[in-house]
């Protein structure tokens, strides 16, 4: 399938810049002893993340090791969930972005600024001119000095940019940080951190509040770790607010509006995205002994907003990929989120497919939206029979270029 936008990958200046700090922080170091240093920290931060659930800010945000493992690992995955969100954002939202003027960027949570740098970046390179002015909030002040320390250093990464810090607990936003109006607004795998120990009202709440900082032509733009019960929780405290909010608009991941319908138990999947991206060359080389997978991004996601998007028919020519691709025996079948709310099955025969149709099957991406062409056919035990007459057509479906 014909990609609809082509990503940069993530930069190598960027990857350069983090594993030349951790030679620094350590000059004494053999190179092999310093990835079996970063490579520890790496396996207790994904059992912290993973595992224990456990977001004590002196566990990784207060020590140099934490933060050079984070950013020579993990700021890679970070940013590019950042970068295929702000492209459906860009694309198919649409966010239109001032004719003059700066744009406004408000960060929550930034850490090191994966998520605000990977946003001044790919709103770079989709041809937005307007002065950039990024706003970071974070209660880790060593966290927000490597943020500022890279946006002086690669500066061409991001022209004509500026960017303020301040350290806040974000769980008790300052009257300073809510009372100011921005463009787009950000929160990159920071909200169940924040929100792990408040009730759903009172995660409503935070949002409500965090939404007013909006421009009337702003975004809200939120990206979470793969986790079921971080996805489901995400898309409750949206769909709650939603419920609350009049002017409030969920422009992503569904169609026309729509809460996530997959926030129920018995959902045979739970709302995510899987991206394939190029392997960043240190992560590889860290990767070695760990066999984690860093060829791809898992992330949940939301866009707000009280701008709506151009609706689509409420039938099941129109859907999200929400389920890996299956190659069986005599079919090709995957389950889409439709644009009638239903998760509706839908199955080809290979043996009426021509070869080029059947790559480009296998090359869909759980996260792309589609539509299928013609008159669709049901079954009785409710599966979607599509034949080579349904085209799919793609309307988001983004790739990644390849480094040169």
Request: hydrophobic residues 40%; contains cysteine.
């Amino acid at each position: 399938m014909k990609p609809t936008i082509t990503l940069s990958p993530f930069p190598k200046d960027v990857e350069s810049w983090w594993w030349t700090h951790a030679v620094e922080r350590w000059p004494d170091m053999s190179e092999e002893k310093l990835l079996n240093l970063l490579r520890q920290e790496i396996v207790e931060q994904s059992d912290r993340f993973n595992k224990d659930r456990s977001f004590d800010p002196s566990a990784y945000g207060a020590r140099d090791l934490s933060i050079l493992a984070y950013g020579n690992f993990y700021f890679s995955r970070t940013w590019m969930a950042a970068r295929f969100a702000l492209a459906e954002l860009l694309t198919a939202c649409p966010w239109t972005p001032p004719a003059k003027g700066p744009i406004r960027i408000l960060d929550l949570g930034s850490g090191s600024g994966a998520s605000g740098l990977a946003c001044l970046n790919t709103l770079r390179e989709h041809g937005i001119a307007n002065p950039l002015e990024l706003h970071a909030f974070d209660y880790s002040s060593k966290s927000l000095a490597y943020l500022k320390d890279l946006h002086r250093s690669c500066a061409d990464l991001w022209p004509n940019t500026r960017i303020k810090t301040e350290r806040n607990d974000l769980r008790n936003p300052s009257a300073k940080m809510v009372s100011q109006r921005y463009d787009l607004v950000l929160m990159g795998f920071s909200f169940n951190e924040i929100m792990q120990d408040l009730e759903l009202d009172e995660q409503v709440q935070a949002l409500r509040e965090i939404t007013n900082c909006l421009k009337r032509s702003g975004y809200f733009v939120l990206t979470e770790p793969a986790e079921a019960e971080i996805c489901r929780g995400l898309h409750q405290t949206v769909a709650r607010l939603n419920e609350s909010e009049q002017d409030l608009y969920i422009a992503a991941p569904y169609w026309n509006g729509m809460p996530c319908p997959m926030v129920q138990e018995n959902s045979r999947y739970f709302s995510h995205e899987v991206r394939k991206y190029p392997a960043v060359g240190t992560v590889e080389r860290l990767n070695r002994p760990l066999r984690l997978e860093i060829r791809e991004v898992k992330f949940g996601f939301s866009i707000l907003g009280q701008t709506k998007n151009e609706t689509v028919a409420e039938s099941p020519n129109f859907l999200r990929l929400i389920s890996p691709i299956k190659k069986r025996k005599g079919t090709i079948s995957f389950f889409g989120m439709a644009a009638n709310g239903m998760e509706q099955f839908y199955e080809f025969q290979r043996r009426n497919l021509s070869k080029e149709t059947m790559n480009e099957l296998l090359g869909l991406q759980r996260g792309d939206l589609i539509q299928v062409e013609g008159v669709l056919t049901v079954s009785e035990d409710g599966r979607i029979r599509l034949t080579e007459a349904n085209r799919l057509l793609p309307l988001f479906a983004p790739r990644v270029g390849v480094n040169v």
